[in-house]
T-cell receptor, first 114, second 110 residues
């Protein structure tokens, strides 16, 4: 079984709709992240959480919100989807601690906003 | 924020050694240098990480000069399956300091 799972894997929605992307992990990591990737570009950080009580904005948090329901679950919501939020969304996890900790990525969710 | 610069694309042939260089002129004392590999429609996968000098694992080597303003990922004897995008990251444990750039698109030909 995959250590980091994302649901749904694909989603098509309409402008103005509220949608939620979910991420679950079995790695026991405290830190979780949400990224988006646009075609031909690198990943941009949306939000990150270092533990259940910690939520931080990344580079591009406008139009998004998150919820850390438990150590293993981190959800990303688009309150009112717009077409330029069409992208590939990745969840990632990492251990806590000093230095740089390897991030483990989920398979991604392809979101299309019409 | 530490910013990295790497070539947009590179081409090579099976069996060759491939070296991808990344520039990070404003690297901070605590920053580590990390490389990820990404295949289409998949999440990035960690390849190697280093702080200084040379690091080697079963898939790659990472060379870091004394001034740490650049680093080179070396892939020995590449195969077609090494065709992917490679990202160089510079950062510490705080996620806000870690940026994925546009990466280097490596194409391996038979």
């Amino acid at each position: 079984d995959a250590d980091v799972t994302q649901t749904p894997r694909n989603r098509i929605t309409k402008t103005g709709k509220r949608i939620m992307l979910e991420c679950s992990q079995t790695k026991g990591h405290d830190r979780m992240y949400w990224y988006r990737q646009d075609p031909g570009l690198g990943l941009r950080l949306i939000y990150y959480s270092f533990d259940v009580k910690d939520i931080n904005k990344g580079e591009i948090s406008d139009g998004y919100s998150v919820s850390r329901q438990a150590q293993a679950k981190f959800s990303l919501s688009l309150e009112s989807a717009i077409p330029n939020q069409t992208a590939l969304y990745f969840c990632a996890t990492s251990e806590s601690g000093e230095g740089y900790n390897e991030q483990f990525f989920g398979p991604g969710t392809r979101l299309t906003v019409l | 924020l530490a910013k990295t610069t790497q070539p947009i694309s590179m081409d090579s042939y099976e069996g060759q050694e491939v070296n991808i260089t990344c520039s990070h002129n404003n690297i901070a004392t605590n920053d580590y240098i990390t490389w990820y590999q990404q295949f289409p429609s998949q999440g990035p996968r960690f390849i190697i990480q280093g702080y200084k000098t040379k690091v080697t694992n079963e898939v790659a080597s990472l060379f870091i000069p004394a001034d740490r303003k650049s680093s080179t990922l070396s892939l020995p004897r590449v195969s077609l399956s090494d065709t992917a995008v490679y990202y160089c990251l510079v950062g510490y444990s705080s996620a806000s300091k870690i940026i994925f750039g546009s990466g280097t698109r490596l194409s391996i030909r038979p």
